[in-house]
């Protein structure tokens, strides 16, 4: 943002240059020089200010927390066998999205502590889910795993030990762990999916055989309602940024709710595009759209193909009510922070 401004405030003084210099030679035309300076500056800030898509207060809470993860940082620096700091350092990079940084910070605090802090383990196994857009491989599935031996009533532990279940083939412990969760009273919201996720699994009719390769099949009225509808297009403002050759990614999330995407579909196509999200587009079989569900559907450009988020890229989000809204206009006009 400083070379932003930097360059800016070179143009504005070049461009004044170029208009008041001929004026300022002739002695009668200073007063018209200064005026016609005067203009252009106080001109300038106005259109920024009309059609800039700057948000500022964002970028100033995104300011406060860098600073804030810079100083706990430093703090650790003097004190590096302060646990609880490296645990705090660890959120605060989870929550900027520094997802390498705050593994990193979860492990020194996991190191501390001889294995024994599940809260450790946790967050070392959510940044790797995050960097890898939800994904629960061997490596995270293990760290789960060991911090439910240490916490066996994390509803985080349980929730993804029983994803990682589901990714080796072991469908009885899977349906154990999910179970385990709906006898802990969780949310409405949270029931419905794990319900869901119970009774595909129960459904599907094995009990350690692999991973279906494709989602159940739903009733057709079902079907004909638990889908989204996007045409994602693109501001005239962020245009220019996407290259050629980029690939589009669209996501469907329920707010709020870590884990995997309900849905996630990979496109390499030019801007705007008509797409339509199912159960089909699944990552974890079981944990798809439902109709009436309130979602969260996203997109971001991608100019080689990784699906992490990382800043910088172009995004945009809506809200969408499954089953209610039809087909919706979905922007990218915003970068990543």
Not at 42 to 71: C, F, H, I, K, P
Not at 256 to 262: A, E, R, S, T, V
Request: net charge neutral; no cysteine; glycine share 8%.
């Amino acid at each position: 943002m400083t070379l932003f401004w930097i360059g800016a405030i070179v143009l504005l003084i070049a461009s004044i240059a170029a208009l008041v210099w001929p004026l300022a030679r002739e002695r009668t035309q200073r007063g018209v020089a200064v005026a016609v300076a005067i203009a252009v500056v106080v001109t300038s800030l106005l259109l920024y200010r009309e059609w800039s898509n700057w948000d500022r207060t964002q970028a100033a809470e995104a300011a406060e927390q860098s600073a804030m993860v810079g100083r706990l940082a430093r703090r650790l620096e003097k004190n590096p066998d302060d646990v609880e700091g490296w645990m705090m350092l660890g959120r605060s990079q989870l929550a900027i999205g520094q997802y390498p940084l705050a593994q990193r910070a979860f492990r020194r605090a996991d190191r501390l502590e001889e294995g024994r802090n599940p809260e450790a383990l946790l967050g070392m196994a959510e940044a790797m889910v995050l960097q890898a857009d939800g994904e629960v491989d061997e490596r995270s599935g293990r760290l789960f795993e060991m911090a439910l031996v240490l916490a066996p009533q994390s509803e985080k532990a349980l929730f993804f030990a029983a994803v990682a279940a589901q990714k080796r083939g072991e469908m009885a412990l899977a349906i154990e762990r999910f179970e385990t969760m709906l006898a802990m009273s969780p949310p409405p919201e949270v029931r419905s999916i794990l319900e869901q996720q119970v009774a595909s699994l129960k459904g599907a009719g094995v009990q350690g055989a692999s991973l279906p390769s494709s989602p159940p099949s739903e009733p057709a009225s079902a079907d004909a309602a638990a889908r989204v509808q996007v045409e994602v297009s693109v501001s005239a403002a962020m245009k220019p940024r996407l290259e050629r050759g980029g690939v589009l990614f669209v996501f469907v999330r329920v707010p709020g709710q870590p884990g995997p995407p309900l849905a996630v579909k990979r496109v390499s196509v030019d801007l705007p595009v008509t797409l339509e999200l199912t159960a089909r587009d699944s990552m974890v079989p079981g944990l798809a759209i439902q109709a009436g569900q309130a979602v969260e559907v996203s997109a971001k450009w991608s100019k080689d193909g990784v699906a992490t988020p990382r800043a910088g890229d172009p995004i945009g989000s809506i809200a969408y009510q499954v089953g209610r809204d039809g087909l919706k206009r979905l922007v990218i006009d915003e970068l990543s922070r």
